[in-house]
């Protein structure tokens, strides 16, 4: 092997180095930036109140913790009676960078089963993709940020997460926090 070669190997062989060197630190400074206050995570499975029917149906059935915001996973069911007709359900939405899809809601709380609906915040984002459910079919796993709602817990007793297509998913608030801690009730 040439000096010349051995140079360009060397040299290669230091970029990689520095490189490997820079991604260190900056991942370093990352995790410096991150290691404030711990954020406990946490999830649950729940049933959620909703209506069952001759209509479509959407369930809530996961809240999570995650690193930086209490989300709720749901489920979409396109089904009815055999002697009911329904169509495909399109929903606008986001697509998340991990595959997730964000469907655009409304966020709602009440305090009884007899009270009114208050809207708390509309989660709607500039549609990136649509999701087409079919009937007979249902999607599992559409994602929702539930931030919004944490601070309604002990003023309002219900939430309600609705879709724009109108299927709605009815939930107890005090679901929103781990399931060993105490929380308010109204």
Do not use: C
């Not at 549609?127 to 009937?135: H, R």
């Not at 929103?176 to 109204?186: E, G, V």
């Amino acid at each position: 092997m040439t000096n010349s070669m051995k140079t360009k190997l060397q040299n290669r062989s230091d970029k990689r180095f520095f490189r490997a060197a820079v991604m260190t630190v900056l991942l370093a400074l990352v995790g410096v930036a991150d290691a404030g206050e711990p954020v406990q995570r946490w999830s649950t499975a729940i049933t959620s109140i909703g209506p069952r029917g001759d209509k479509p149906r959407l369930s809530l059935d996961f809240i999570v913790q995650e690193k930086a915001h209490l989300m709720g996973r749901l489920t979409l069911e396109n089904f009815i009676p055999e002697n009911k007709k329904t169509d495909t359900l399109v929903i606008k939405g986001v697509q998340g960078a991990d595959g997730s899809f964000l469907p655009n809601v409304v966020l709602q709380v009440r305090e009884h089963s007899d009270s009114e609906w208050k809207t708390v915040a509309s989660a709607i984002q500039m549609p990136t993709a649509t999701l087409f459910v079919y009937p007979g079919l249902a999607v599992y796993g559409l994602t929702v940020e539930l931030d919004a709602m944490r601070q309604f817990v002990g003023k309002y007793r219900l939430g309600k997460v609705v879709l724009k297509t109108g299927q709605e998913a009815e939930f107890d608030l005090n679901d929103l926090f781990p399931p060993s801690t105490p929380t308010p009730t109204p």
